[in-house]
T-cell receptor
Framework: QQQVKQSPQSLIVQKGGISIINCAYE??????FPWYQQFPGKGPALLIA?????SEKKEGRFTISFNKSAKQFSLHIMDSQPGDSATYFC?????????????FGQGTTLQVKP | EAGVAQSPRYKIIEKRQSVAFWCNPI?????LYWYQQILGQGPKLLIQ????????DSQLPKDRFSAERLKGVDSTLKIQPAKLEDSAVYLC?????????????FGPGTRLLVL
C-alpha cells in the first residue's frame, strides 16, 4: 500500500516530441504528488507538484494530469528538449498533519534525441 | 541562497569498516531527511528529523546505521559495520517544515562504494 509504481523504466523521444511518464499508487491517504528531476551526479530537484483537489497542473512545458478515481497521475513534457534528458521520479506523501514522508517511484530515464 | 551541502562526495571502504556522512541543510529549515538511493531505484527514506528530534526512522537499519542532528542544524549519518549492500548514494534533504511547506530540497549526495 505504500508503493508508488512508475512506468516506463526508460523512454526515448525525439526533440519536439511529447514525453509521458505514468505513476500509480494504492494508498488513498496520499494527498501530495510531486515530480522530481535528477541529472547524473546531482540530487533530485522538484519539478512540479499537484494535490488531489485538481485534475491538472501546468507549469511551462510540464503538466501533471491526476486521476483520483484511478489512483494514477502522469507527467507530460511538451516540446521535449535534449536538456530534458534526465531521470524523473514521481512521489507521493501524506501531507499536512503528518510527517511529509515521500514515497518515490522507481524512476524513468528520459533521453531526448536532437 | 545556499543549497543543501553534503560531504564527502565519494567514499570507498572495505566491508565491515565504518563510515560517516555529513549534511548541512538550508538555513532555517527545520526538517532534515536522509535517503538511500540504490542504483536504478528511487530514493528511500532512512530517517527524518524535525529540529533535533527523530520523526521517522522506521526504515533505518538500526543495528548498523545511526544518525544524529545535534542543535537542530547539521546532521551526520554513520554506518558501522558496512556491508556490500550498503553501496548507494546517500542523499540529504531539507524542508522548511515537515507539513505545510512540503518542498524537499536535496543535496548532491555522497556516493558510497563498499568493497
Amino acid at each position: 500500500q505504500q508503493q508508488v509504481k512508475q512506468s516506463p523504466q526508460s523512454l526515448i523521444v525525439q526533440k519536439g516530441g511529447i514525453s509521458i511518464i505514468n505513476c500509480a499508487y494504492e494508498n488513498t491517504a496520499f494527498d501530495y504528488f510531486p515530480w522530481y528531476q535528477q541529472f547524473p551526479g546531482k540530487g533530485p530537484a522538484l519539478l512540479i507538484a499537484i494535490r488531489p483537489d485538481v485534475s491538472e497542473k501546468k507549469e511551462g512545458r510540464f503538466t501533471i494530469s491526476f486521476n483520483k478515481s484511478a489512483k494514477q497521475f502522469s507527467l507530460h513534457i511538451m516540446d521535449s528538449q535534449p536538456g530534458d534528458s534526465a531521470t524523473y521520479f514521481c512521489a507521493a506523501s501524506r501531507g499536512s498533519g503528518n510527517t511529509g514522508k515521500l514515497i518515490f517511484g522507481q524512476g524513468t530515464t528520459l533521453q531526448v534525441k536532437p | 541562497e545556499a543549497g543543501v551541502a553534503q560531504s564527502p562526495r565519494y567514499k570507498i571502504i572495505e566491508k565491515r569498516q565504518s563510515v560517516a556522512f555529513w549534511c548541512n541543510p538550508i538555513s532555517g529549515h527545520a526538517t532534515l531527511y536522509w535517503y538511500q538511493q540504490i542504483l536504478g531505484q528511487g530514493p528511500k527514506l532512512l530517517i527524518q528529523f524535525q529540529n533535533n528530534g527523530v520523526v521517522d526512522d522506521s526504515q533505518l537499519p538500526k543495528d548498523r546505521f545511526s544518525a544524529e542532528r545535534l542543535k537542530g542544524v547539521d546532521s551526520t549519518l554513520k554506518i558501522q559495520p558496512a556491508k556490500l549492500e550498503d553501496s548507494a548514494v546517500y542523499l540529504c534533504a531539507s524542508s522548511l517544515d515537515g507539513t505545510g511547506e512540503m518542498t524537499q530540497y536535496f543535496g548532491p549526495g555522497t556516493r558510497l562504494l563498499v568493497l
